[in-house]
């Protein structure tokens, strides 16, 4: 045999594989250590050494005999997702880039407030829905995230904010499923990952703040009923069928009626009767933003407990729509107001690092070809070719 055939088979020799104990909840790790011959509730000190002190190390998880230490080193990790790079941005708002396995890379954004550090994470890496307003969409779609890659996005932001230290002040209070990527079309992950964030023995945040953000995908969220009562945020973006038809493509498959129906249903269950689900809708100038379109709003919700969260349009390079104006914007929020809606607009953070909402692009192999599309229809306009900064 040649040796470079040599070189070769040794180079492609299968490497055991090892399981990633960072993504497993209280349960599986249960199966894991039960699997190993070991007892049930090594599965509570496991999470609390990756999830609440932050450690990779099974060498420094002390509580663990030595011979448990050596079967982990033979069959399981603690791998998380890379951090390509970390930017600040001057009103304190963070972004990371994060390659995930297969070499995309997808973007998470800590936003803080007075009272709160909320942590936008991504659930895709791209996303297949292709609303038209939204960066995220025009990268097209690769796949869903691991648990693990999700949970691994709160893990790092911990880390980054010396969160995992004793006594340390809990930087990320609060966290959205709101960046790359539909949550609920990435179910089973999504909610392993949301349970991890609300587990005691890990980063024990409450109900009320870990929030799921959909478009739309009614017979998930019908489902999602029944396993979880997380906060709903509904990304509505247009009043009328014809409207969100454009904007938000699943809307023809699961129509407006259908999802606020849904969503009232989920809100209905919760135990807690003081809970709202928070309406999401981008305002962009002359395309959504007029008072007859407030007006249908205030109609559409009439039944729906929820307060409503406006935020003006983030222009992206060779996005087709504009800014709503501040006339347009305060119209639309007193016309609400007046109808008796609690009424916020967020106001834009992380500008300066293309961290605002709905500008996370990432770095997507589109398996979906929309990104190339995109990159056509820039280059026919002239537009530089990159999507973001
Ligand atoms: S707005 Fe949300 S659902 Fe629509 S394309 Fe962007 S990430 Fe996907």
């Not at 609390?48 to 190390?57: A, F, L, N, Y």
């Not at 079309?185 to 945040?205: I, K, S, T």
């Not at 009439?302 to 349009?313: G, H, Q, V």
Request: glycine content about 6%; hydrophobic content about 40%.
């Amino acid at each position: 045999m040649p040796d470079s055939a040599l070189n070769t088979a040794e180079q492609f020799t299968p490497q055991p594989v090892k399981t990633n104990l960072l993504g497993l909840s209280v349960s599986k790790l249960g199966d894991f250590f039960e699997q190993l011959g070991e007892k049930r509730f090594r599965a509570t000190q496991m999470v609390k050494w990756i999830h609440q002190m932050g450690e990779q190390d099974f060498d420094q998880m002390t509580n663990l005999s030595k011979s448990l230490r050596e079967k982990l080193h033979e069959t399981a990790e603690v791998r998380l997702p890379e951090v390509v790079s970390c930017q600040d941005s001057t009103d304190g708002t963070r972004k990371w880039l994060i390659k995930v396995e297969g070499g995309s890379c997808i973007e998470m954004v800590y936003i803080p407030e007075k009272d709160r550090g909320t942590l936008c994470v991504s659930s895709q890496i791209g996303c297949a829905l292709d609303c038209s307003f939204c960066a995220t969409g025009k990268q097209g779609f690769n796949r869903d995230l691991s648990t693990a890659e999700i949970i691994g996005q709160l893990w790092i932001a911990a880390q980054s904010f010396d969160q995992f230290a004793a006594k340390a002040p809990r930087r990320v209070s609060n966290v959205v499923m709101m960046g790359m990527g539909e949550p609920l079309m990435n179910f089973n992950n999504v909610v392993d990952a949301m349970n991890l964030m609300m587990e005691d023995n890990a980063y024990g945040l409450s109900k009320r703040r870990v929030t799921l953000s959909t478009a739309g995908v009614v017979p998930a969220l019908d489902q999602l009923a029944g396993v979880t009562d997380v906060s709903l945020a509904i990304s509505l973006h247009a009043p009328n069928d014809e409207l969100r038809n454009e904007l938000v493509p699943i809307n023809r498959k699961y129509n407006l009626a259908q999802f606020v129906e849904s969503a009232k249903n989920y809100i209905e269950k919760m135990p807690d009767n003081r809970r709202k689900a928070t309406v999401e809708y981008t305002l962009m100038d002359q395309v959504n933003d007029r008072s007859v379109h407030a007006r249908e709003l205030a109609i559409l919700l009439k039944d729906l407990p929820c307060k409503i969260n406006l935020i003006p349009f983030n222009p992206f390079p060779g996005s087709d729509y504009k800014r709503v104006t501040n006339t347009a914007l305060n119209r639309f929020r007193d016309i609400l107001q007046g109808e008796g809606y609690t009424v916020t607009v967020r106001t834009t953070r992380g500008d300066d690092i293309a961290a605002a909402c709905g500008q996370l692009a990432g770095e997507v192999n589109d398996r979906t070809k929309r990104q190339q599309r995109y990159k056509n229809k820039l280059a026919a306009e002239e537009v530089p070719i990159k999507l973001l900064d």
